[in-house]
């Protein structure tokens, strides 16, 4: 009796109001949660399968669309990926390889590096024309030697065959005699020049009185007796001519000596160029020492052309000793001639204003 009572209740609203053609359903009834979504992709895929992550660009919006559940009229669910949203995990092998950064350099290094820097700077670009000025003399003094020894040669001068002639026997004669003057003398004057920038050089480098001026005039010595040879041939003059040589090659051998063994006592003096340059100079100051003995010896046993090939490498020795300067001479940049007046000739103090002053008063 009550259903069918429900029954006409039902055809009655049905005859009288209607229903709609098509009757949707809620659709969180049917929509299923996230949660069951998700498990159910997953368990769709195949065991330990993962997808490799690609990262969007932040300032757009990731769209991820997601297949909606069956009936639903809307067809496809859509949804966003905010920036702020985290992304997921990024599995292990797909990650690229993390290169290590280098480890950071120290203090001490650094100020290291800048020292070294520093001295290639100073050794390839601090070369003025006064470290030029000692390889030049160097030059020139075995060019006009030899200049004047292949004159000697060409006129006959001089005879190969009897031996080998003293340096002071090819400059005897004329013509070449007049040019080894010259050259001589050129060179003397370069060589004085070098010993005065080298007593100050050691003067400013803290280098007593008496041992710097004792090495001072030695080399002023040295290059008055080249003046002397070149001006006082030994045909014409032997004694004078025997002097100047003295002073040349024995008080110059000297000039060099002392300023190694300075080097050797202070510790403090700078040592400018290689490590090898003082054992390179110890080596040629002590041949250089052997070449005399040996000449002086083979002289007085009458062993002419051996004694004469002695006195040709000194002159060689010497040079090359006056050459290694431009190593010493390599921090120079140039120098400056200051005058300094007496107290004779030092002008008056200037007048003070007060007597300025009052002197037009004094002479109306």
């Not at 490799?52 to 009229?73: E, F, H, N, S, V």
């Not at 065959?161 to 004057?189: D, H, R, V």
Request: overall charge positive; charged content about 15%; some cysteine.
């Amino acid at each position: 009796m009550v259903l069918v009572e429900e029954a006409f209740a039902f055809w009655w609203r049905c005859h009288h109001q209607g229903l709609p053609p098509t009757h949707t359903l809620p659709a969180g009834e049917l929509q299923p949660s996230r949660g069951r979504e998700r498990g159910r992709q997953v368990g769709g895929r195949r065991q330990g399968h993962r997808r490799p992550y690609i990262q969007q660009p932040k300032d757009r919006k990731c769209t991820q669309k997601r297949d909606g559940p069956a009936g639903l009229d809307s067809g496809s669910l859509k949804r966003e990926l905010t920036p702020t949203e985290a992304p997921p995990r990024i599995p292990a092998p797909l990650l690229e390889p993390r290169t290590h950064a280098a480890p950071v350099l120290g203090l001490r290094e650094r100020e290291r590096q800048t020292d070294r820097q520093t001295d290639r700077q100073t050794e390839s670009g601090m070369w003025g024309y006064l470290s030029v000025l000692p390889a030049f003399l160097a030059v020139w003094a075995a060019a006009s030697i030899w200049t004047v020894f292949a004159i000697a040669v060409s006129n006959r001068t001089v005879n190969l065959t009897e031996g080998i002639p003293y340096i002071s026997l090819c400059g005897s004669y004329p013509p070449q005699s007049c040019i080894f003057s010259q050259l001589l003398n050129m060179g003397a004057a370069m060589a004085a020049w070098i010993c005065i920038l080298r007593y100050h050089q050691l003067r400013d480098w803290g280098v007593g009185k008496w041992p710097n001026q004792m090495i001072l005039w030695s080399g002023l010595l040295c290059a008055l007796g080249t003046s002397v040879v070149g001006n006082f041939q030994q045909k014409n003059q032997q004694t004078t001519h025997l002097t100047g040589a003295f002073f040349a090659l024995f008080v110059g051998h000297l000039y060099f000596w002392l300023q190694l063994l300075l080097s050797w006592r202070m510790k403090s003096l700078p040592q400018p160029g290689a490590p090898w340059i003082r054992p390179l100079r110890l080596v040629l100051c002590s041949l250089c020492t052997i070449l005399m003995v040996a000449m002086v010896i083979l002289h007085t046993w009458m062993l002419r052309s051996a004694s004469a090939a002695c006195e040709w490498a000194i002159a060689m020795l010497l040079f090359t000793l006056f050459g290694l300067l431009a190593v010493d001479f390599s921090g120079l940049d140039s120098c400056t001639l200051c005058l300094q007046p007496g107290s004779s000739l030092s002008p008056p103090p200037p007048a003070s204003p007060i007597s300025l002053q009052a002197q037009p008063a004094l002479v109306l």
